[in-house]
C-alpha cells in the first residue's frame, strides 16, 4: 500500500508535519479496517519525499 498526502499553505513555515499526520491516520485506517484479518501489519518507511517554498527552499528525496 502506498499512502500520500498532499498540503498546501499560504504562509512561509512549512506543513511536513501536517502531510506526515495526514499519511499516518490514513494507514491507521486502514489498519482498522484490516486488523480482524491481520493484527501483526506494520507501517513502516513513513517519510517525507519532496517538499516545495517555505524558508528553507525546495528539497526532493535522493533515492
Same mark, same amino acid.
Given at each position: /500500500? +502506498? ?8 504562509? +512561509?513555515?512549512?506543513? =511536513?508535519? =501536517?502531510? @506526515?499526520?495526514? /499519511?499516518? /491516520?490514513?494507514?491507521?485506517? !486502514?489498519? *482498522?479496517? @484490516?486488523?480482524? /484479518? *491481520? +493484527?501483526?501489519?506494520?507501517?513502516? *518507511? !513513513? ?7 517555505? &524558508?528553507?527552499? *525546495?528539497?526532493?528525496? &535522493?533515492?
Amino acid at each position: /500500500v +502506498r499512502c500520500v498526502a498532499t498540503c498546501e499553505t499560504k504562509g +512561509r513555515t512549512g506543513v =511536513e508535519m =501536517e502531510a @506526515l499526520t495526514a /499519511v499516518q /491516520v490514513g494507514l491507521l485506517t !486502514i489498519y *482498522d479496517m @484490516l486488523k480482524a /484479518v *491481520d +493484527r501483526g501489519m506494520c507501517m513502516t *518507511d !513513513i517519510r517525507l519525499l519532496e517538499k516545495h517554498g517555505g &524558508k528553507s527552499g *525546495d528539497w526532493v528525496l &535522493k533515492k
